[in-house]
């Protein structure tokens, strides 16, 4: 273990938290600044194209509702300049995970093999720099440069969450991983919120090129703060507190970044059984997942008849469910852990099926409430809000399998995964061709019958446990930081009472 500089010994008693939560909010905020940029297009998409008012094929004018005034504005979502059909809508929202699914895996090995710092830091980078050129290509070059734009941001944000994942396995004990993991994974849903509540108002009040400028310029920010606090380990961090580090080495074992770690174990890793139940539970959070955030704001202003300003507002409230649900699950699973009522496998299981079969019941049930909004956004919100079990569920379990590989697993299913960010949206485009609530109701179906299926899948053949793969199996020891911190006060006062 490298000799920690003195400089950094007395810089860092000006640190109240520890580093490692540190890292899990700076964490945090790179997931949620990774979907602001990502998902902010789905809002601006529904001014950009001009808005189709149309029934099914029939007539039926039950599958259209009438435009809504919730917000004091009279009328739907303005109609924009550019006249995209549906299926092309479909390909500009789904480019984005073409190039996502590509640097999954380079993301994940070099993580593993050099740190996830600026793995992290430079993908989140890139991705800021093409969301403040996507005006530009959009002004200059219409659909095709922005499907183009979209394909560079998402090679950029597709290093995101396996370097996260090395982090998180160098800084985060076992005993603290439901809650830290469920804070920086809940990212995600704060982003969502933020994505789509804040487009909303700025689309309402600016020019639609102010939200990329936004979110880009919060990224950029981000970047420069992340790499002056965090550091890909503890053993390179230069202002780390001694005593936080000598609890990281009991609880972790070795904590610098084993940097002769054999090749990547490949045909043990894609021949594991708990590795296939893994990708089947992603395929199907990714699944229904993905069609919430792309297409959910486009469902809300073609077939529900959102003024712009609202639809930003209601599309945001099943993400704040969730959030409050992925954190509060972590916290619950950590305690269910630590009191022995499940092991790691089952806990895993059940926060799993709690979050597919759950959302897979509501998201139906929200297309069989017709034009009832409050209704229909009252589901939306349960569904997501269960969905948030996910982050206390499978999405721990490549840190819970493998330590050593954490990266390479998430990379893996984190990019199987992403694949069905291509295919939904468009799919979407193609089985809702007149925006009708009936074709909506059958996007519903096929996902509910996804998310049962995978969440069967993962339920019987998941495990929680370390796999032979990783190699080296540390046992960590269950310390008590806070204890730990107050050992030598409780020395010294022992020994003066003795005398």
């Not at 000799?3 to 520890?18: A, D, R, T």
């Not at 290509?137 to 941001?153: C, E, F, H, N, P």
């Not at 959102?306 to 599309?315: P, R, V």
């Not at 089952?346 to 709690?354: A, E, F, P, Y």
Request: net charge negative; proline share 5%.
């Amino acid at each position: 273990m490298t000799q920690q500089p003195q400089w950094g010994i007395s810089l860092s008693k000006y640190f109240i938290l520890p580093q490692r939560v540190i890292l899990a909010i700076m964490g945090f905020l790179a997931i949620l600044n990774a979907y602001t940029m990502r998902v902010c297009l789905s809002q601006a998409i529904t001014v950009l194209v001009k808005k189709k008012n149309s029934t099914d094929e029939d007539g039926n004018d039950q599958a259209i509702c009438e435009p809504d005034d919730l917000d004091g504005d009279s009328g739907s979502a303005s109609s924009g300049d550019f006249e995209w059909s549906e299926e092309l809508q479909g390909l500009i929202l789904s480019a984005f995970y073409i190039g996502y699914i590509v640097t999954h895996v380079p993301g994940g090995l070099l993580a593993e093999k050099f740190g996830g710092k600026w793995t992290l830091g430079l993908g989140i980078l890139s991705t800021a720099v093409f969301t403040m050129l996507t005006p530009l290509a959009i002004d200059y070059g219409g659909s095709d440069w922005l499907i183009v734009t979209r394909v560079l941001m998402g090679l950029g944000e597709g290093t995101t969450f396996p370097a996260l994942s090395v982090l998180l396995a160098a800084w985060v004990p076992a005993n603290e991983r439901g809650k830290l993991g469920a804070l920086v994974l809940g990212g995600g849903q704060v982003g969502t919120i933020m994505g789509n509540l804040l487009s909303g108002v700025f689309l309402e009040s600016y020019h639609w090129s102010f939200v990329f400028y936004f979110f880009g310029g919060l990224g950029v920010v981000w970047f420069v703060i992340f790499v002056l606090l965090c550091f890909s380990d503890p053993s390179s961090h230069p202002f780390i507190k001694p005593s936080e580090r000598e609890y990281l080495v009991k609880e972790i074992g070795t904590i610098g970044r084993n940097e002769s770690l054999p090749p990547t174990p490949w045909k043990a890793i894609l021949t594991n059984l708990p590795m296939f139940a893994l990708v089947s539970a992603q395929i199907g959070h990714d699944w229904g997942f993905y069609i919430m955030v792309t297409d959910l704001p486009k469902y809300m202003s073609d077939v529900l008849q959102f003024s712009i300003k609202a639809n930003g507002l209601y599309s945001s409230l099943p993400y704040i469910m969730m959030w409050i649900v992925s954190v509060g699950s972590g916290f619950v699973a950590d305690w269910m852990i630590r009191r022995g009522i499940m092991n790691t496998t089952n806990t895993r299981k059940v926060m799993t099926g709690l979050a597919a079969f759950g959302p897979a019941i509501f998201m139906v049930g929200a297309s069989y409430a017709g034009c009832d909004r409050v209704l229909v956004v009252v589901l939306f919100t349960i569904c997501m809000g269960l969905m948030g079990a996910y982050y206390a569920g499978m999405k721990l379990s490549p840190l819970d399998m493998s330590p050593n590989y954490a990266g390479t697993l998430m990379a893996i299913t984190n990019g199987i995964g992403a694949i069905t960010g291509v295919i939904t949206p468009y799919l979407v485009g193609v089985m809702t061709p007149n925006a009708s609530l009936l074709e909506w109701r059958t996007v519903f179906w096929v996902a509910f019958g996804v998310l049962f299926v995978t969440a069967i899948v993962y339920s019987i053949w998941a495990s929680g446990e370390v796999q032979p793969f990783n190699g080296t199996i540390v046992e960590p020891t269950t310390l008590d930081f806070e204890a730990h911190e107050r050992k030598p006060e409780l020395k010294l006062k022992t020994m003066e009472h003795s005398s």
